[in-house]
């Protein structure tokens, strides 16, 4: 499989199979054209070859050298390639940028650094090669175990003596040196996170006349390689494994860590041992800490216990899960609720409930990684349309016939850049092409509308066919649901696995909630504060030149752009006295990098106003 887009390579791989498992997997290398991080392809050539003779090879040894930074990468690439017996290795290593434009790769003499390829636009490509493992599903890239394959057929090339190559993808900073005397020798660091670029030299040593023979066994030798499974007696352990990837998200400034609240959630708390302004807590309406809240969680306690001791389906299900489903339809506006462990689960729950093979989902690009995975686990065909843009999902169903079940979903509220989906288009574009709607307003039930009850209430419109949210932002506590008809809700309790074969949450969150929804529902003041917070805050920051968009969420993002700028900002914010969070790729694309600040209703106007100042100053210092 081959797939391009505007004549640019995007994708590639091949597989060899029986004969009976050739229509499958062309599905799957077709579904993995079309969802590579590149970018979607506008030209897919799927070709089917018999094998001929096939040599069977077994695999290199690995080694695995953890480096910490792209620099260091290719100065390792050097030691290694003259540890192979290269002596020029710099030089090749400067050579290197030349290969990242070629469909295939460069064929270097080791010696004499001259060019052997026929084509050098074209490159010389390792092809007509798999392992010995079972395919199964190929619609993912294991770039691991696909570059151990091509580097095996490489180094058994007549000829050869080292390889050195960088992975195109944008999401792997992996790179590796190979010959048969080093083995695949795996360097973890050789690029920075999100750099599109990748190459890759052959280094040929012998007579020209040899040359030919070389590419012939590179281009058309079929080559089964073996791939022992890896143990701990082979010297691998999975403490080594995992080190090594995460020496790779720590070199691409990617690490995360939790930060210890020493105090309960509201506008200010004490993180990491020191009192913060918090501007990142989805507690928008701070029912978290509300007194009415926590003594209906204690009372819950005390009388049902601490947690519920069952699925819903045996003995999971108390009073309050009921008294809860019945006040969430109500506040909903809509016939039934489900309960859900998590939020998260509500999503996946209800996507892999409602979807199946012989289905297809169309997906906002910028829905939240809960919807991504549960149309991932689903089973049913995925697409993808750009994000908010109802002409493409009206195109992109009009290219859905055939299908058992269309399904379109989108977030309510967006929570990287909080706006909202247009409801009324969204539900009249599902209408006209066939699709039953979903919508998750996580960030949208106790945000949006003039009492909370979420977009359809906003735009004064119907519900979605199903709204699913969570218990854990504007209310304060823990918890999902999925909510819509009554046929839905006994639908999901029948079919929704996350739902069947979870525990039940414990009457203590679940009464919390409940409490939670009450006094909302008694003071929609509180959304109005909260509104009117969001719109001073985002007064005060346009005030001192800080661009920002407005919002009818909690979420206000503040555009940065480069990664380590929106880190040091987001540090300087925190020396200042504010938790206000980077968010950067692969959250959001390489380059839109953005403080992510969330208000709260409780925030004063000191405060915000003292925020805004200290977001400017630190984006100040941020790109020093």
């Given amino acids: ?39 979607k392809p506008d030209f897919i050539n799927l ?29 390792l690439f050097a030691e290694l390639l003259s540890a192979a017996g290269v002596s020029r290795a710099e030089e090749i290593m400067g050579m290197f940028s030349g290969s990242y434009s070629m469909r295939g790769a460069m064929l270097v003499d080791a010696d004499t650094l001259e060019r052997l390829e026929p084509d050098r636009a074209r490159g010389v490509r390792a092809t007509r090669m798999d392992s010995d493992s079972p395919c199964g599903d190929v619609s993912g890239k294991n770039h691991f175990a696909e570059a151990l394959v091509l580097a095996t057929k490489v180094a058994n090339a007549p000829g050869i003596v080292g390889e050195i190559c960088v992975s195109d993808d944008p999401d792997y900073v992996t790179g590796y040196v190979a010959s048969k005397g080093l083995g695949y020798q795996r360097v973890t660091v050789v690029k920075e996170m999100g750099d599109p670029r990748g190459g890759r030299i052959f ?51 990617l690490s995360r860590r939790c930060r210890v609240l020493a105090s309960e959630t509201g506008p200010t708390a004490v993180v990491d041992g020191e009192e913060l302004v ?8 701070d029912l978290a800490r509300d007194e009415r809240v926590v003594q209906a969680a204690a009372n819950a306690v005390r009388r049902w216990g601490a947690g519920t001791g069952g699925s819903r389906l045996t003995t999971g299900t108390q009073p309050p899960h009921v008294a809860l489903e019945r006040r969430i339809a109500e506040f909903k506006r809509v016939e039934a609720a489900v309960l859900y462990a998590t939020g998260y689960m509500a999503n996946v729950g209800v996507l892999t409930a409602l979807a199946g093979k012989g289905d297809v989902v169309l997906s906002d690009e910028l829905n939240h990684a809960s919807i991504i995975d549960g149309c991932r686990l689903s089973g049913a065909e995925v697409l993808v349309y750009r994000h ?37 288009s969204f539900l009249e574009v599902c209408r006209a092409g066939g699709a039953y709607s979903v ?37 304060g506590s823990d918890g999902g649901f999925a909510c819509g008809s009554a046929v839905l809700s006994e639908y999901l309790r029948n079919k929704s696995r996350p739902f069947i074969f979870s525990t039940a949450p414990g009457c203590g969150a679940v009464a919390a909630a409940d409490a939670a929804l009450a006094v909302l529902e008694a003071e929609p003041w509180r959304v109005e504060r909260l509104r009117e917070n969001v719109a ?37 914010l925190r020396r200042r006295g504010f938790l206000v969070p980077a968010i950067r790729y692969p959250t959001v694309a390489k380059g839109a990098a953005r403080l992510r600040a969330a208000v709260m209703s409780s925030h004063d106007r000191l405060c915000l106003s003292a925020a805004a100042a200290a977001v400017a100053e630190a984006l100040v210092v941020g790109e020093a």
């Fill in 536 to 572: 001073f805050f985002a007064g005060e920051l346009s005030r001192r030149g800080v661009s920002v968009a407005a919002s009818e969420s909690a979420i206000l993002p503040i555009a940065v752009g480069d990664e380590r700028r929106a880190v040091a900002a987001s540090e300087e």
């Fill in 278 to 285: 918090v501007l990142s807590s989805n507690d928008y309406l």
């Fill in 388 to 424: 908010a843009d109802m002409d493409d999902l009206r195109g992109k169903l009009a290219e859905c016939s055939g299908f058992r079940r269309r399904i379109a979903v989108s977030d309510g509220v967006f929570s990287m850049d909080g706006d909202l989906l247009d409801l009324p």
């Fill in 203 to 253: 280094l040929y040593r012998g007579p020209r006349e040899r040359v030919a023979e070389t590419i012939r066994f590179l281009e058309r030798q079929t080559v089964l390689v073996e791939v022992p499974q890896p143990s701990p007696a082979a010297g691998r352990t999975l403490s080594g494994d995992l080190s090594a990837d995460l020496a790779e998200i720590e070199s691409a400034g």
């Fill in 439 to 475: 919508v998750d307003e996580a960030h949208a039930t106790g945000v949006v509308g003039a009492t909370g009850r979420g977009l359809a209430e906003r735009f004064g419109c119907a519900s979605p066919d199903v709204v699913v949210g969570t218990l854990s932002k504007a209310l």
């Fill in 47 to 75: 070709k089917v070859e018999e094998p001929g003779e096939v040599v069977r090879l077994a695999a290199l040894p690995v080694t695995t050298n953890a480096t910490s930074s792209a620099e260091e990468g290719r100065r």
């Fill in 1 to 39: 499989m081959r797939a391009s887009r505007g004549g640019e390579h995007v994708s590639g791989a091949e597989r060899i199979v029986s004969e009976s498992a050739v229509p499958r997997t062309l599905a799957s290398l077709a579904k993995r054209a079309l969802t590579h991080s590149k970018g």
